[in-house]
């Protein structure tokens, strides 16, 4: 079992930056696949960035946003310039495993114009 706990959400203007946080418990952090997900009001959750063997970014945040991971801290984080408003929304940190996937609550994430 995993617990996800994100943090580093708010209330920014479009061009600020912002990094997200996910505080992993348990053990084996390294051999996960950790990964970010978002979920704007009426949308489906999407994709958003992943760290595992390879590191990947949906196109639509790719050169602004930028996913690391801390095995020591057992700690992922999502560093995020240049925001835009469509950059609204709720962001999960997810953590896949050889015994399933695991969701943290999530964290707002709020652009104005």
């Known amino acids: 079992q995993v617990q996800l706990v994100e943090s580093g959400g708010g209330l920014v203007q479009a061009g600020d930056s912002l990094r997200l946080s996910c505080a992993a418990s348990?053990?084996?952090?390294?051999?996960?696949?950790m990964s970010w997900y978002r979920q704007a009001p009426g949308k489906e959750r999407e994709f958003v960035a992943s760290?595992?063997?390879?590191?990947v970014y949906a196109d639509s945040v790719k050169g602004r946003f930028t996913i690391s991971r801390d095995n020591v801290k057992n700690t992922v984080y999502l560093q995020m310039n240049s925001l835009k408003p469509e950059d609204t929304a709720v962001y999960y940190c997810?953590?896949?495993?050889?015994?399933?996937?695991?969701w943290g609550q999530g964290t707002q994430v709020t652009v104005s114009s």
């Open positions: 997810a953590a896949r495993g050889k015994y399933g996937l695991y």
């Open positions: 760290s595992g063997g390879n590191t």
């Open positions: 348990g053990r084996s952090f390294s051999t996960y696949i």
